[in-house]
């Protein structure tokens, strides 16, 4: 069974700092392709952020320069480091893993940026 946990999520101040985790279990971790994803009230969810297992990285044009993602495969991890965060990050973040045209999701985690 495949499972996705996200955490690291919060209350913090514009121009503050997240790091996101998310926990993988029961998958291939080191050959599926990862994303972050994220939804803000009344949006649909939108890609933040991806990284393949090759080790490409590629970001919304929106969180470029303030967010990195980055994997552990030793610790079937994955982790969004959030930077100089304003309120229009706020919404719940999702972690999910593409393997062989399969999607998984994680429950998510919230994040709240206050100005």
């Known amino acids: 069974q495949v499972q996705l946990v996200e955490s690291g999520g919060g209350l913090v101040q514009a121009g503050g700092s997240l790091r996101l985790s998310c926990a993988a279990s029961?998958?291939?971790?080191?050959?599926?392709?990862m994303y972050w994803y994220r939804q803000a009230p009344g949006k649909q969810r939108e890609l933040v952020a991806s990284?393949?297992?090759?080790?490409?990285?590629d970001y919304a044009d929106y969180v470029q320069g303030r967010f990195t993602i980055s994997r552990d495969n030793a610790k079937n991890a994955l982790y969004l480091q959030m930077n100089s965060l304003k309120p229009e990050d706020t919404a719940v973040y999702y972690c999910s893993a593409h393997l062989l045209g399969l999607s998984y999701w994680g429950q998510g985690t919230q994040v709240t940026v206050s100005s």
């Open positions: 029961g998958i291939g971790f080191r050959i599926a392709a």
């Open positions: 990284l393949t297992t090759a080790g490409s990285t």
